[in-house]
């Protein structure tokens, strides 16, 4: 990492202002020979401090009048030291400066480059690292908030403690095998039994917060479900606020499943409209069928839709039965400014909303229910696990130390048990990045944007 890297920060987009980034050893140097300061210099200003001054392209020309900012490590973002360049959001501006710096001795960032160095200087763990793309990502104040407690250490404060009472466990173990002769305390396995139980509640308490994470992070998975012609491509098209689905009178017109993503509130939903359910000598629209009942059993909601100007067919009673495969369920009855011949004593749900997809009607507590559904006690405040790879990994660790009790359990001798306490600790280390292997590492920065 001696090499000097630089990239532009805010995309390529026309604003107001936009970022250029450099950081490694000899940044300063290099920005000296592309910036000059309108008073002062650059070797006297202080870390954070604004400078103002003139950047010059590739050819010595001045090209715009811009503020430089520099932070010296180790108390940079990246632990290195960092120069950053505020010009004029022209994408042109922005292409002349990074390509001055290119020639002054810089290279161009890859993805992540930044928080990666930052990850390898020590100034932030694993667990930060992948906060920075999610607060990034974040689509749902939920979501910011969430990722913002992460990037702060929340998640690591909950893991290390884990990881620092197995390393107690394995250190202790190691000390009295090591050093025979030293007045060192007998190591017992079975005094740490309580130790393990512990880490094992801890675990279960973190991994049992996962569903809601996922949620947070992805949105609801909906899947809308019900006969042909019940109003389901319509109900779509209502919330979406636009015609997103073909709709006619024709029973069987949505054949594939249609996905749009739509925010309801707090909430995003990746809302699914599927096939009508019904029976069919249509092949394609048989599949249709087939994968809409799959997609209920996959959902995190199902949305059963109903036209409540007709009577309850076996058709419809098929739907419901594919709805109630989701671990949640809302009943819509749909078509209110018709003569309605369905009530909600008629369905076999909890909540069923009466909505109206010409008007609107039934939005807003349909919004209000899902918001009853999906939030719960939880504070999303880092401390809800989002990530599916940290998930399996403290997964991966909670297994290993079932397993080491269960030997414990067993009789088994104690470095027998130990191993699968070392394997927890593998998995543990995977997770805030101390035992992470290379191309793992690699892999997660590569979905960085550049410039961050």
């Known amino acids: 990492m001696s090499d000097i890297i630089a990239a532009v920060a805010t995309g390529w987009q026309v604003s107001a202002i936009g970022i250029i980034r450099m950081s490694g050893a000899g940044c300063i140097e290099t920005a000296k020979k592309v910036f000059k300061p309108t008073y002062g210099s650059i070797d006297s200003a202080k870390d954070r401090s604004l400078i103002i001054g003139h950047l010059a392209d590739k050819h010595g020309r001045l090209l715009d009048e811009v503020l430089l900012t520099v932070s010296h490590g180790p108390n940079s973002y990246t632990g290195e030291d960092t120069v950053e360049f505020q010009c004029h959001g022209s994408p042109a501006v922005l292409t002349a400066g990074l390509e001055s710096l290119f020639a002054a001795g810089a290279r161009q960032a890859g993805p992540g480059e930044f928080t990666k160095r930052a990850f390898l200087n020590g100034r932030m763990d694993l667990t930060q690292a992948e906060a920075v793309i999610d607060l990034i990502h974040a689509e749902t104040t939920d979501a910011a908030a969430n990722a913002a407690g992460q990037l702060g250490g929340v998640m690591l404060r ?99 499943s249609v996905e749009e993503t739509i925010r309801l509130g707090r909430h995003t939903i990746r809302l699914l409209d599927t096939a009508g359910i019904r029976d069919t000598e249509d092949t394609i629209e048989q599949m249709g069928v087939e994968r809409a009942e799959a997609a209920a059993a996959q959902a995190d909601l199902a949305i059963y839709v109903c036209d409540g100007s007709t009577e309850i067919t076996q058709e419809d009673l098929r739907a419901q039965d594919a709805a109630m495969d989701a671990p ?117 920065f590569e979905r960085f944007c550049v410039g961050k």
């Not at 991994?207 to 491509?233: C, D, E, F, M, Q």
């Not at 809302?330 to 008007?359: G, H, M, Y």
């Not at 191993?419 to 998995?427: C, L």
């Open 158 to 256: 909950k893991i290390a403690p884990i990881y620092d009472k197995l390393t107690d466990i394995m250190a202790h173990f190691h000390a009295v095998l090591d050093y025979p002769d030293e007045d060192i305390d007998p190591f017992e396995l079975t005094s740490f039994r309580t130790d393990l139980d512990a880490a094992q509640r801890d675990l279960d308490a973190l991994l049992s917060t996962y569903s809601r994470g996922r949620v947070i992070r992805h949105g609801i998975r909906a899947v809308i479900v019900g006969k042909p012609n019940a109003g389901k491509s319509s109900f779509l098209n209502a919330l979406a606020g636009f015609d997103r689905v073909i709709v006619t009178d024709i029973a069987g017109t949505t054949r594939d």
């Open 328 to 444: 949640n369920t809302v009943a819509i009855i749909n078509k209110q400014d018709l003569k309605q011949k369905v009530s909600p004593s008629d369905l076999p749900f909890e909540w069923i909303i009466p909505f109206c997809a010409k008007t609107g009607e039934g939005i807003e507590q349909l919004e209000q229910v899902i918001d009853q559904l999906f939030d719960d006690a939880l504070p999303c405040d880092g401390s809800i696990l989002t990530n599916a790879r940290q998930a399996d990994a403290l997964s991966r660790a909670r297994t290993s130390l079932s397993h080491a009790v269960s030997s414990m359990q067993l009789g088994m001798t104690p470095d027998a048990v130990l191993v699968d306490v070392e394997g927890a600790m593998e998995a543990l280390g995977e997770v805030t990045g101390q035992t992470m292997r290379e191309e793992i590492t690699d892999r997660i």
